[in-house]
């Protein structure tokens, strides 16, 4: 079981930048590869970005590339995301994720309650 805590979440104006984090519970958090989503109102859940257990692999959604960089670091359990030139269709629920060996990326085992990320225009 692992149990995941968003943070970072806020109001920002557009162009701006926003990290979140996510802290895992746990002493297995490096088999776990992690991710975040986002859902904004009324708009399905939708993937961000993922990194592998060792960090050296991520994947990002079209519309985030060149903007956000994830990362993560095993010793403190806690994964990032780091986001840059914000814009209004950003604004959405992030939500922290982990995907066990064998698990799709776009289907996690562990979701964590999400951070309210808002951008103003």
């Known amino acids: 079981q692992v149990q995941l805590v968003e943070s970072g979440g806020g109001l920002v104006q557009a162009g701006g930048s926003l990290r979140l984090s996510c802290a895992a519970s746990?002493?297995?958090?490096?088999?776990?590869?992690m991710g975040w989503f986002r859902q904004a109102p009324g708009k399905e859940r939708e993937f961000v970005t993922s990194?592998?257990?060792?960090?050296?692999?991520?994947y990002y959604a079209d519309s985030v590339k060149g903007r956000f960089t994830i990362s993560r670091d095993n010793a403190k359990n806690t994964v990032y995301l780091q986001m840059n030139s914000l814009k209004p269709e950003d604004t959405a629920l992030y939500y922290c994720?982990?995907?066990?060996?064998?698990?799709?990326?776009?289907?996690?085992?562990?979701w964590g309650q999400g951070t309210q990320v808002t951008v103003s225009s």
């Open positions: 746990g002493r297995t958090f490096g088999m776990y590869t």
């Open positions: 994720t982990a995907s066990g060996l064998g698990t799709p990326i776009r289907r996690p085992d562990y």
């Open positions: 990194i592998n257990r060792s960090g050296g692999s991520t």
